[in-house]
């Protein structure tokens, strides 16, 4: 079952419900693409411009931008690549009347979930939202993880985090013990305390908490 059809009450307006964001100058596009994704229970909301986006506050929900290539003014490209630079990184269906190759690998590149041209089916429009929903759901879900984990992570010590460093790297108990000349019992009991503060029931499971760290952090 995919997100399309695991989400009846999409139309609800429920804080965790999907919603497809349309940007497209036809309004005629627009209303046959909010009435095709109400037809299987998906939310949506449209812009008839960049600019409008831009101004917008977009919803704190799982989410999918789809957007046309060629508009007035700022491009559905030149959008994709203003939003990424602020920080935004709901995922992208492009859906244009004027696609070429080069639009759609630089769509792509910048991370575009899917390149499609109109007229398109409505059964492989309604899969690209389902795969662009699907991987922000996901998104999300990995960024409150990290979050979590980030916490946890200031709690511990400054020694704390160089055993932490030492254990995901596979070191034994002796050998951090010469690494950080300090005796072995002092390492266990570090180790001890690291894994209660980052609730770290394994070794394995240490080992995602960390994986879920910011770059910079690890």
């Given amino acids: 079952m995919g997100v399309l059809d695991s989400a009846p009450a999409a139309c609800s307006g429920s804080v965790g419900s999907p919603i497809a964001i349309l940007v497209d100058d036809d309004m005629e596009v627009r ?26 506050e977009l919803p704190d929900r799982p989410a999918c931008l789809v957007l046309d290539v060629r508009m007035p003014g700022l491009s559905g490209l030149d959008l994709q690549h203003l939003l990424l630079a602020k920080g935004i990184q709901t995922p992208v ?30 059964q492989t429009f309604l899969d690209a939202i389902s795969a662009a929903v699907s991987t922000d759901i996901a998104r999300r879900a990995a960024a409150t993880v990290s979050r979590k984990t ?9 020694r704390e985090r160089e055993v932490l460093r030492f254990v995901v790297s596979g070191a034994m108990n002796k050998q951090i013990a010469f690494d ?17 503060k980052m609730n770290a ?6 080992l995602s908490a960390w994986q879920s760290l910011p770059a910079e952090m690890r």
């Fill in 201 to 206: 029931r394994s070794l394995t499971h240490l």
């Fill in 31 to 56: 209303d046959s693409l909010q009435e095709l994704l109400n037809s299987v229970g998906i939310e949506s909301i449209s812009f008839s411009s960049t600019q409008e986006v831009l101004d917008a």
């Fill in 93 to 122: 269906v492009f859906l244009t009347g004027h696609g070429d190759i080069a639009m759609s690998v630089q769509a792509m590149k910048a991370g575009a979930v899917d390149f499609l041209t109109k007229p398109v089916r409505d």
């Fill in 150 to 158: 980030m916490a946890l992570y200031e709690t511990l010590t400054p």
């Fill in 180 to 196: 950080l000349g300090i005796s072995e019992i002092t390492v266990k009991l570090h180790r001890s305390n690291m894994m209660k």
